[in-house]
């Protein structure tokens, strides 16, 4: 079964100090992996998409790995902000028929 | 550049009803592509569209319906509302509909709350 799991759920962390979210999947084939930041009531924007042979991609503060053997990913946060307080979600691509499955999220709260 | 926009943003409606929402994808992307999301389920897919032709279906009941027109613009229908359809409606375009390198830019949602 193609899942996408998130952890951990939710996070509270001091505002300057980093932070790394974890997103594991078992969709196959893999296609891509993304992630994106939604802040409340708004629609979820584009972080970095990553295919097979990319190990790592960065966007400004937010550092995105992959490993498609261990078939797990993880977005780094640098010096957060408080904008950055969001929900973070994985999204994985499945190959064959182009259908994207979505992890829950992890909601990230930074505190001043 | 405007982004996609997504008409109403927010709506209440009583159960047994039906609504429309509207999707405006981004100038020159042809491929429409819809979500719920709740608390409960996360984001969840609805159906794609592209060149006015559905691509790809979630597992949502038949009540839930969408069309997409020859200018891209997308609506989406649900029939006979329930309780449990309450949720922010996410629409997406994309340049062209492909996995392995598209691009997903979504709107800022049309909330729906039944009662």
């Known amino acids: 079964k193609n899942q996408v799991e998130q952890s951990p759920q939710s996070l509270i962390i001091l505002e300057g100090k980093n932070c790394t979210l974890q997103?594991?999947?078992?969709?196959?084939?893999?296609?891509?992996l993304r992630w994106y930041k939604q802040d409340t009531g708004r629609g979820p924007v584009s972080l970095t998409i990553?295919?097979?042979?990319?190990n790592t991609k960065s966007n400004g503060r937010y550092t995105a790995t992959l490993d498609a053997d261990t078939k797990q990913s993880s977005l780094h946060i640098t010096a957060s902000q408080l904008s950055d307080s969001a929900s973070y979600i994985c999204?994985?691509?499945?190959?064959?028929?182009?259908?994207?499955?979505f992890g829950s999220g992890t909601k990230l709260n930074v505190k001043p | 550049k405007a982004g996609v926009t997504q008409t109403p943003r927010y709506l209440i409606k009583t159960r047994g009803q039906q609504v429309t929402l509207s999707c405006s994808p981004i100038?020159?992307?042809?491929?429409v592509s819809w979500y719920q999301q709740t608390p409960g389920q996360g984001l969840q897919f609805l159906f794609e569209?592209?060149?006015?032709?559905?691509?790809n279906k979630g597992n949502f009941p038949g009540r839930f319906s969408g069309r997409q027109f020859s200018n891209s613009r997308s609506e989406m229908n649900v029939s006979t509302l329930e309780l449990g359809d309450s949720a922010l409606y996410l629409c997406?375009?994309?340049?062209?509909?492909?996995?392995?390198?598209?691009?997903?830019?979504f709107g800022e949602g049309s909330r729906l709350t039944v009662l």
């Open positions: 100038s020159g992307h042809r491929s």
């Open positions: 990553m295919t097979f042979s990319e």
């Open positions: 997103c594991n999947y078992t969709v196959s084939p893999f296609s891509n």
């Open positions: 569209y592209f060149s006015e032709t559905q691509r």
């Open positions: 997406a375009s994309s340049l062209v509909r492909d996995s392995n390198t598209g691009e997903l830019f």
């Open positions: 999204v994985v691509s499945e190959g064959n028929f182009n259908k994207f499955y």
